[in-house]
């Protein structure tokens, strides 16, 4: 994950961080809306470790599956039908029908 996925879909990760840190609090999360270096500072508070450490254990963290409401959001399938533009052959639209294809 790259921390502008999070920061754009805040409210999605609650889920994803409060599985990872228990304690961690929604109030808290509405008042860090996303800002990296206050949620760096708030998990090294939480888990009375020093900013280094924490920021391993969010590094780590990262490194993480995006939350089913992150990729399921139409920004981001809109993104990756985009990119998928360079496997489609050359005069095709990568929103083109399918049917042929029987995934219809």
């Known amino acids: 994950m790259k921390w502008h996925h999070i920061e754009e879909n805040w409210a ?11 304690e961690a609090e929604e109030s808290e999360l509405d008042e860090i809306d996303g800002d990296q270096r206050a949620f760096l500072r708030y998990i090294a508070k939480l ?7 924490a920021r391993e254990e969010v590094v ?23 990119l998928s533009g ?4 050359e005069g095709e639209d990568e929103s083109d029908d399918d049917k042929r294809f029987g995934d219809d």
């Open 12 to 22: 999605a990760f609650y889920e994803a961080i409060m599985d990872r840190w228990p």
């Open 47 to 53: 888990t009375e470790q020093e900013p280094v450490e």
């Open 60 to 82: 780590e963290w990262l490194r993480g599956e995006l939350p089913s409401d992150v990729v399921m959001d139409p920004a981001h399938d809109s993104h990756s039908i985009s």
């Open 86 to 89: 360079k496997y489609i052959p």
